[in-house]
Each structure stands twice: as C-alpha cells, then as structure tokens.
C-alpha cells in the first residue's frame, strides 16, 4: 500500500508559478507510475499529468503542456508538478495518484490504486 499526501498549493495571480509535491509512505515506491489529476468546482476531475515509474516517460493534457512539468525523485519518494505561467482555469483541488501501471491510459482514472486528499490551487485574475 501507498500512502499519498500533496502540498504546494496556495492562491496566486495570473501569470504566477506553484511546485506541488506528492510524497509518499510505503515500501516500492518506485514500482508506481503517478498521475496528477485536478477538479475544479462543480466539475468532474480531469486528468492533467502522468509520469512512468522511472520518470522516463510523462504524458500531459493539452491544457498544460509547455506551461506544466512533472518530475519524480524515486530516493525522496516524492513526485513534483511544477506549474508556470497559471490560469485561472487552472483553478481546482489537485490530486496525486498511483497506479502500478497503466498502460496508454495514464488519464482513466480508474488506473490508480491510491489516491491523496488534495490540495487545493485557486489562481486569480
């Protein structure tokens, strides 16, 4: 089992930069592809990143390529999502998640086994 827990989150402007992190409690964290997704209010969750479990292979939504980045360190447990040049419709509770692998379906929810609780990113504009 993986314990997930997210930080990073807060309220910025337009324009503005956030790094969430996704640390995790359990042993093989490294056997774990993880997936951020995010839902913004009265709105399903949406899928927006995912990284393989050597961080050798990532998938973005269209939304967030080229202003987004994931990054894992598998020795800290932790993965990163670095978000650049925010949106207001960036706005939503942002979710890490693990999946033992899913294929070239990184953004079907039902992939993942593991679940945080969520930290929420609110952009202004």
């Known amino acids: 089992q993986v314990l997930l827990a997210e930080s990073g989150g807060g309220l910025v402007q337009a324009g503005a930069s956030l790094k969430l992190s996704c640390g995790a409690s359990?042993?093989?964290?490294?056997?774990?592809?993880i997936g951020w997704f995010r839902q913004a209010p009265g709105k399903e969750r949406d899928f927006v990143v995912a990284i393989s479990w050597s961080g050798g292979i990532t998938h973005y939504a269209d939304s967030v390529k080229g202003r987004f980045t994931i990054s894992r360190d598998n020795a800290k447990k932790t993965v990163y999502l670095q978000m650049n040049s925010l949106k207001p419709e960036d706005t939503g509770v942002y979710y890490c998640?693990?999946?033992?692998?899913?294929?070239?379906?990184?953004?079907?929810?039902?992939?993942?086994?593991?679940w945080g609780q969520g930290t929420q990113v609110s952009v202004s504009s």
């Open positions: 998640a693990a999946s033992v692998g899913y294929g070239s379906t990184p953004y079907r929810q039902d992939e993942y086994l593991y």
């Open positions: 359990g042993p093989a964290f490294g056997n774990y592809a």
